[in-house]
T-cell receptor, first 114, second 112 residues
Framework: ETGVTQSPTHLIKTRGQQVTLRCSSQSGHNTVSWYQQALGQGPQFIFQYYREEENGRGNFPPRFSGLQFPNYSSELNVNALELDDSALYLC?????????????FGPGTRLTVL | SQKIEQNSEALNIQEGKTATLTCNYT??????LQWYRQDPGRGPVFLLL?????KEKRKERLKVTFDTTLKQSLFHITASQPADSATYLC???????????FGSGTQLTVLP
């Protein structure tokens, strides 16, 4: 069984730039969620994708967007980067239909915006 | 507003003692609570889930309780070891929302 993988591990961008983060789901999982985690805080839900469509969204502006591909891998895109976007971005996969939403997280991408 | 909260203060305990971490929720009734462990720079790892109709759940040295009267879940690690040092997060669904909402986590340090 292959776990959740994310790339890149670290990324440094400047304010105003755009970034794309990538995630491969755990095998057998059909749902992917993205979270932002600031230092000292819990993960904050950005959005979830199921069957290649957005299936729920947290309190994040439209410049945060995503995609899910037929193989259940996913991308998170952030446009017009702001300093406050500096955080650990976590991808988590799960299996839709289970009532308990247990999340299987990847190692995360550390984004620094200068 | 609906909240899920953990004691943000770090917890330091001596090796061999029992660590007890608290998760409180307000203004909603979760059907279940989940507990995760997170090591620095890594993603959270699922540990245990307890449903609202369960009083207690155990897994090896871990025990979770769920008190719907106090609106609280307690997470215990018995015979703690330095390797248990990490941040522990609780999470639940709020109402009909699809996503999990996480507490801010409690950092546990087990001293040798």
């Amino acid at each position: 069984e292959t776990g959740v993988t994310q790339s890149p591990t670290h990324l440094i961008k400047t304010r105003g730039q755009q970034v794309t983060l990538r995630c491969s789901s755990q095998s057998g999982h059909n749902t992917v969620s993205w979270y932002q985690q600031a230092l000292g805080q819990g993960p904050q839900f950005i959005f979830q994708y199921y069957r290649e469509e957005e299936n729920g969204r947290g309190n994040f502006p439209p410049r945060f967007s995503g995609l899910q591909f037929p193989n259940y891998s996913s991308e998170l895109n952030v446009n017009a980067l702001e300093l406050d976007d500096s955080a650990l971005y976590l991808c988590a996969s799960s299996l839709e239909g289970l009532e308990t939403d247990t999340q299987y997280f990847g190692p995360g991408t550390r984004l620094t915006v200068l | 507003s609906q909240k899920i909260e953990q004691n943000s203060e770090a917890l330091n305990i001596q090796e061999g003692k029992t660590a007890t971490l608290t998760c409180n929720y307000t203004n909603y009734s979760p059907a279940y609570l989940q507990w995760y462990r997170q090591d620095p720079g890594r993603g959270p790892v699922f540990l245990l889930l307890i449903r609202e109709n369960e009083k207690e759940k155990r897994k090896e040295r871990l025990k979770v309780t769920f008190d719907t009267t106090l609106k609280q879940s307690l997470f215990h690690i018995t015979a703690s070891q330095p390797a248990d040092s990490a941040t522990y997060l609780c999470a639940s669904r709020k109402g009909s929302a699809r996503q999990l909402t996480f507490g801010s986590g409690t950092q546990l340090t087990v001293l040798p």
